[in-house]
């Protein structure tokens, strides 16, 4: 990926950035492990002055935007076909949890497991491309099963599957409440979050990041990087597909939205927001991102205007996104 | 760079504060309050004949209704045509202690904000969704379908074309719930008349704008009569792109769901001849003139379109069976509510006197009209003439019919 590394490059050269790379605890370091404290604190606390549902849904777009994030910020892959594995993930748990009675559970692994397999297929063909084509190629293929989608007879075209029945965790805790949900949302996105930092801090994340800066060097020290890429793109396909199955259990509906075209661009969107390549920016530009739309619906058709601004001025101003110049700000790495 | 990135930052904090405090306000709640949410489509092809409309007719009917001993409070969103959206809305409201939802146009909406109200006990006003399944299969007790369904555009507009002549049909239908149902029974109306279906073409909606793939298909399929299932800008796009195709030569267009509003947008010189069917039309008889003399001013100076009308009705019923029942026993239960409005006679400007069925049905007359020619129309906002009235007992599909769970036979 010549082109888009060296532009990379530039930019990161432009305004240096820097970094104190000391890993402290469990791989965190001092100030990414505070932000850890500061965030499980806050999903801890939040459910008993926010209104659960929108916490829920903030979290399951946080877990998608970091799956996203995994892929762009550690492989340097864009990804534009994202929505179709948080969709189809949705789609599947709704399906298992209504006509086969799943466990929630269960449900959310299935819809998880059919979006690797997604993956896998996608990724297989589109990792053998750079760049632009690369992105283009996702987006083919996410677009045949956006139109699968409108076709099939088990997503119920443009009504989508209603009435999904949250159901009961392991068959014995009634998900009914928002508040039981909430936590059961929380833990999944939790385990997602630490399951991605572990991925990136492990050998093999090392080799997506020398992937990502010089991908010909690390094929020349002896990686097979398709290989590479491939598993990184599973499984980031796979936690996007665990994070629409929650949504779609979370909301009692799955439907077209989530596999159409605008959230791949919307969850692009978060990841940048947030801060390509930070652990946290995801989290963050999700919740910025969900809250504008919560709260201000109200304002109707503007809120894709105000979105648009955002990005315009994001791109143009801080475009290390929100947690990178924070991090920027304090030199840490967060 | 002109633009200072700290102010930007401290803008950016400043709005997402204000933004996080704003609409939290509104949570604050008097007990002796009734907050009536009017979701509907306020940017998509529905907007025109739904939207700002629908919120109009609901804030006359609370200044009709007048004061009675408790406030009324009227909110707003835009569901985007979407049921994840609309199902999000109604949700966050119910919970945050909206007691009735009012309009839902576009049907898979509606069915999913039908299954949240029934959840959460809330009453259900519909007045914009057209599907018959809201008071068949998926009827809720917490649901009152007020202003017209599938099955009362087909019996009126669809046995009336067959009547002429027409009994071949090719269908261009909305690939959602709504499509489906009035697809499904204009073709029970058409094949018990004799008449036969030669084809459908579904198109995704509200994607689509460009109809002429649809019209060839249409042409080529040599039916006597092309049924539009579908509604607003997308039926007025159909019929526009099926003159310039010439196809208004060959066969008979059948609009089965259109309104004043639509007609105005396609001009009469287009759509002159048309029949169509309506619950309510401005100028009807006294009683919807009055009404239009009311609105008209707020309603960007345009007399009101049937579902607006039926918001209307609607919310004036709810608020009358709330001040017969009592507020505090209104918000305790959506199905007491919508109990006592089935139990009192309704009685409204827009559609006259009428009752409310077991499954939900408002019943009333449907109205079948003709498009007038440009030379007949004394005014902007002349356009239809009067061909039948099918009476309230026979305009909509019989009780038994629509295995409604909430109906014991």
Known sequence: ?334 | MAIQRRDLLAAGAAAATASLAGPRSARAQAANTIRIGVISDMSGPYRDTTGPGSVVLTQQAVQDFGARGFAVEVLQADHQNRPDVGANIARQWFDQGVDAVVDLPTSSVALAVNQIAREKNKVHLNSGAATSDLTGPQCSPNTVHWTYDTYMLAKSTGAAIVKQGGNSWYFITADYAFGHALERDTSNFVRAQGGRIVGSARYPFPATTDFSAFLLQAQSSRAKVLGFANASTDTVNCIKGAREFGLHRQMKLAALLMGVVDIKSLGLESGQGLLLTEAFYWDLNERTRALTQRVRAKNQDRPPAMVPAGCYGAVLHYLKAVADMGVAAARASGVDAVGRMKAMPCDDDAFGPGTIRADGRKIHPGYLFEVKAPGASTNPWDLYKLVATTPGDEAFRPLAEGQCPLVRS
């Open chain 1, 1 to 334: 990926m010549p082109d888009t590394s060296i532009a990379a490059g530039a930019a990161a050269g432009a305004i240096p950035a820097p970094v104190k790379d000391d890993h402290g605890i469990w791989g965190f370091s001092r100030a990414q492990f505070g932000a850890l404290g500061l965030m499980i604190a806050f999903l801890a606390i939040s459910p008993f002055f926010l209104y659960p549902v929108f916490l829920m849904k903030l979290l399951c777009f946080a877990l998608f935007a970091c799956a996203f994030n995994l892929l762009i910020g550690y492989v340097g892959l864009l990804s534009f076909g994202h929505a179709a594995y948080f969709g189809m993930g949705g789609y599947i748990a709704g399906h298992v949890a209504k006509a086969w009675g799943m466990t929630p559970e269960l449900a959310i692994i299935t819809g998880g497991l059919v979006a690797a397999g997604l993956g896998a297929i996608a990724g297989w063909v589109a990792i053998r491309r750079q760049g632009i084509y690369f992105a283009m190629i996702t987006l083919a293929l996410a677009q045949m099963i956006y139109f699968f989608c409108v076709q099939a007879p088990f997503t119920g075209g443009e009504d989508g599957i209603q009435a999904i029945p949250r159901g009961k965790l392991f068959g014995l805790v009634s998900l009914d409440t928002d508040l039981t949900m909430y936590w059961v949302v929380a833990a999944v996105f939790l385990l997602g979050f630490l399951l991605i930092h572990r991925i990136i801090h492990s050998p093999y994340g090392m080799v997506l990041k020398s992937i990502k800066e010089n991908e010909p060097r690390s094929t020349s020290l002896g990686y097979r990087t398709d290989d590479y890429k491939l598993m990184a793109f599973i499984l980031s396909a796979s936690l996007a597909g665990v994070a629409g199955a929650t949504k779609s259990l979370v909301f009692g509906i799955a439907t077209l939205t989530d596999v159409h075209w605008s959230m791949s661009g919307e969850v692009v969107l978060m990841t940048l927001v947030g801060g390509l390549g930070t652990v946290f920016g995801p989290v963050i530009g999700a919740a910025v991102i969900v809250a504008m739309q919560n709260y201000l619906a109200e304002l109707g058709a503007w809120v894709t205007v105000i979105q648009g601004v955002i990005f315009v001025v994001c791109v143009l101003a801080f475009r290390r996104g929100i947690v990178g110049e924070i991090g920027n700000l304090l030199k840490v790495k967060l």
